[in-house]
């Protein structure tokens, strides 16, 4: 009695019931697509095997030169969105001034 009770997920049975009949189905669902789903995962290795990585395919290189494409990339896209930031904040505390004169003038 303990092995079911070790079996059972939250503290209902229902509970335990429909999360195992979700992973029966979704097993069953794979079995039955498996030649669909292996032809799909053999495309995308053939597709990745053509694209052009951000990195050094020489074995020779090693450590962060390999990598400078990458890192040079990430160092790009980290500056562009802090500017963008800092424009966006500029920006709202500029329309903050203005909706705050004008709703004062009221006052």
């Keep these: 009695m303990h092995f079911l009770e070790s079996l059972k997920i939250g503290s209902s049975w229902i509970t335990t019931g429909v999360v195992y009949a979700l992973v029966a189905v979704c097993a069953v669902l794979i079995i039955r697509n498996y030649v669909r789903i292996s032809r799909f995962t053999g495309e995308v ?40 930031a800092g424009f966006v904040q500029m920006w709202d505390f500029i329309h903050v001034l203005i909706v705050s004169f004008f709703t004062n003038i009221g006052r």
């Design 45 to 84: 290795k053939g597709e990745l095997r053509k694209a052009s990585w951000p990195w050094e395919s020489d074995p020779k290189i090693k450590g962060f030169k390999k990598y400078k494409e990458l890192i040079d990339s990430t160092i790009v896209v980290l500056i562009a969105v802090i500017l963008l």
